[in-house]
């Protein structure tokens, strides 16, 4: 069973930026993909970056040019944002994928909020 906790969001102007954490924890094993969520009130949650454990990595058009996804080994994953909007208001959440699927449980996720 694999445990998920996210941290480092918080509140930022318009423009500034900040990196969020994802460390997980249990039975984990082989990793293959991590990924980074969002979901803004009444929203339909989002995939907005993953990395692949040979560092391939994939972006949501609305954030490409200004987030970075990294990973410094198979169990933690972070996401810098950089020239933030208010539209990327949201709550965050991390996932992976083992053995090709992805685990269906979340962290509690951390909230991101961008004042205009």
């Known amino acids: 069973q694999v445990q998920l906790v996210e941290s480092g969001g918080g509140l930022v102007q318009a423009g500034g930026s900040l990196r969020l954490s994802c460390a997980a924890s249990g039975s984990i094993f082989s990793i293959n993909t991590m990924g980074w969520y969002r979901q803004a009130p009444g929203k339909q949650r989002e995939l907005v970056a993953t990395i692949t454990t040979g560092g391939i990595t994939n972006y949501v058009d609305s954030v490409k040019g200004r987030f970075t996804i990294s990973r410094d080994n198979a169990k933690k994953v972070y996401l810098q944002m950089n020239s933030l909007k208010p539209e990327d208001t949201a709550v965050y959440y991390c996932?992976?994928?083992?053995?090709?699927?992805?685990?269906?449980?979340w962290g509690q996720g951390t909230q991101v909020t961008v004042s205009s």
């Open positions: 996932n992976v994928w083992i053995g090709g699927t992805r685990i269906p449980s």
